[in-house]
């Protein structure tokens, strides 16, 4: 399938945070590598100028990118913008006129999900929809329902192969080496079913707090923030059905029916925790039930994985932070004594990339005893690697979906994780510095106990 280059990319909130952090820095890595040349028009309502745009962009390069003048007068001769409510047509009509000449522009959303209908019901009345991509940030909706009402807008404006819903998770280089691993190495599809895996843990620890996002963490929470999205799209790519090629749709249509192979998570088997000190977090509820850690068992209902205990833990304020996946195998039988130790693989993610197989050897001496060591392969990140944000937007603009959710994909996820939104599970306290409520968590573990991911100094 031939892709269609955007010829312009819109970016509303072109003010905010998220610009400010990971936007402007990924334009310049795109015009660094020579692929960003069309305009790019950023709107907001700020009261802001162009040159009020060209400054911020300065300032964002030089704390957050790397500022090299060469790359920003580039960028500076792409950029325009447009100040104006989103609620406003004449904003849009304003838009439109720039756009005068532009066949396939990309409209990005990096605004709250409360205005993504507001802006894409005005990009289509304005006329700005024709030949056009949108590009939508997480979360997609709150729920189920939401989700729905959020993709009925889209598609009432847009082909659902030109919405791109960014989870920037999936953009992250060693995310990726994680699929390329599973797919490109014989050595795990013989041993990668139920007959020899115990169990798979995935935990994505945070060392700090909310960071001053109270109030967006109070909409949210760990479930919906990290474990809906990004968590289980971590698990699809360690468990689905290998695709009949790399290309979009067979990878997507083989998340999808992983996502559906998952059964709707027991609330009996979730434990939710909030540090203390969150309470006093600004814009956090004086008797806030939001949870800052969850941690839960899943199952697999499909031939493959099949009574394979799944856990996956993600909380802030815990000791690390890292994310990684441990897969334990079953043991060996017996028979030389002393019960054996399990072989395991490792693979972490973040904050570097790490893939360890753990085996057995024997301790020097007369008797025959056992020890666990690993075999470690260690990846450090490189100069030229690509930032998530630079990546999706690259190939958003280009018109590969590749790395993008689907709306069937995103309504799975959101089924399985449906029975315990809300409050249905009581929140307990935990310490910050520790993993978590530890007498739930009793209740709630893997066959051989949590692994706990150590940062090697």
């Known amino acids: 399938m031939a892709l269609t280059q955007s010829d312009a990319l ?24 020579g692929q960003l040349n069309a305009p790019v028009i950023g709107v907001a309502k700020s ?23 060469a790359i920003y007068d580039k960028l500076c001769g792409l ?9 406003n047509p004449v904003t849009f009509a304003t838009l439109r006129k720039l756009l005068d000449g532009a066949k396939h522009p990309a409209h990005y959303l990096a605004i709250p999900p409360v205005m993504f209908p507001v802006v894409v019901e005005q990009l289509g009345k304005s006329g700005c929809t024709e030949g056009a991509r949108v590009i939508v940030e997480k979360p997609f909706g709150r ?26 998770f999936l953009g992250k280089e060693p995310v990726q080496n994680l699929m390329y691993f599973r797919f490109f190495n014989t050595v795990l599809e013989p041993v990668w079913n139920r007959r020899y895996v115990r169990s798979i843990e995935i935990t994505m620890a945070e060392e700090f707090g909310v960071q001053g996002r109270g109030a967006f963490y109070e909409e949210a929470g760990a479930i919906r923030d990290v474990v809906q999205n990004h968590l289980l799209q971590v698990l699809a790519i360690l468990t689905m059905e290998p695709p009949s090629s790399l290309d979009a749709d067979s990878v997507r249509n083989e998340k999808v029916q992983l996502f559906k192979s998952i059964l709707p998570l ?37 031939w493959r994985w099949k009574g394979v205990p799944i856990f996956i833990r993600a909380g802030k304020c815990l000791p690390v932070t890292c994310t990684e996946v441990y897969v334990e195998m079953d043991p060996p039988p017996p028979i030389y004594g002393s019960p054996p130790e399990a072989n395991h693989w490792r693979f972490r993610v973040a904050p570097d990339v790490t893939i360890a197989l753990g085996t057995v050897h024997k301790k020097p001496g007369e008797a025959m005893l056992g020890e666990e060591a690993e075999l470690v392969l260690r990846h450090q990140s490189g100069g030229d690697e690509m930032d998530a944000y630079e990546r999706l937007l690259g190939d958003a603009m280009r018109g590969d979906p590749a790395l993008f ?4 994909s995103v309504e799975a996820a959101w089924h399985v994780v449906a029975p315990v939104l809300g409050n249905v599970v009581p929140v307990e306290i935990y310490e910050p510095n520790t993993w978590g409520p530890a007498d739930a968590l009793k209740k709630l573990c893997p066959p051989g106990g949590w692994n706990d991911p150590v940062i090697d100094c």
């Open 10 to 33: 819109v970016f509303f909130g072109a003010t905010g945070d998220l610009a400010y952090k990971k936007i402007f820095p990924a334009l310049a890595g795109l015009i660094r590598r």
């Open 266 to 302: 027991d609330p009996a088997q979730v434990v939710r925790g909030q540090f203390r000190g969150y309470r006093d977090e600004p814009g956090v509820k004086p008797n806030s039930q939001v949870e800052t850690f969850v941690a839960l068992e899943l199952a697999i209902n499909n």
């Open 143 to 168: 729920d189920l329902e939401s989700a729905q009402a959020l993709n009925a807008v889209l598609m009432s404006n847009f082909p659902e192969d030109a919405v791109y819903r960014i989870d920037h």
């Open 79 to 87: 950029l325009h913008y447009v100040d104006g409510d989103y609620a």
């Open 405 to 408: 959710a689907r709306e069937d």
């Open 47 to 69: 009261d802001w100028g162009l040159d009020d745009l060209k400054k911020r962009a300065k300032d964002s390069l030089t704390t957050h990118g790397g500022f090299d003048a």
